[in-house]
């Protein structure tokens, strides 16, 4: 049964930072392009940033240089350091998995960015 437990969200002031996990099991990690997306209420889910199993990394342009995407294959885990965070980046963050084949989606965990 595959498996993705997103972790590390929270409430944090402008400015903060936070660091969100995703362990992932039921899959062979390291062959997975690993994934963080956000989706707030009435809007389309929207891509993140996005990590190879050979640790080529990509990110949407309003995170650029905020965020950093890693994973750890030894631990089956992605993480996302979040850093600068604005008011803006308030929503659920979902982590994602997917090959040629298949995509699974973590449940989300809450980030609000919030005075």
């Known amino acids: 049964q595959v498996q993705l437990v997103d972790s590390g969200g929270g409430l944090v002031q402008p400015g903060g930072s936070l660091r969100l996990s995703c362990a992932a099991s039921g899959i062979f990690f390291r062959i997975y392009t690993m994934g963080w997306y956000r989706q707030v209420p009435g809007k389309q889910r929207e891509l993140v940033a996005t990590?190879?199993?050979?640790?080529?990394?990509n990110y949407a342009d309003s995170v650029e240089g905020r965020f950093t995407i890693s994973r750890d294959n030894a631990r089956n885990t992605v993480y996302l350091q979040m850093n600068s965070l604005k008011p803006e980046d308030t929503a659920v963050y979902y982590c994602n998995a997917r090959n040629v084949r298949n995509i699974y989606w973590g449940q989300g965990t809450q980030v609000t960015v919030s005075s």
């Open positions: 990590i190879t199993g050979g640790g080529s990394t």
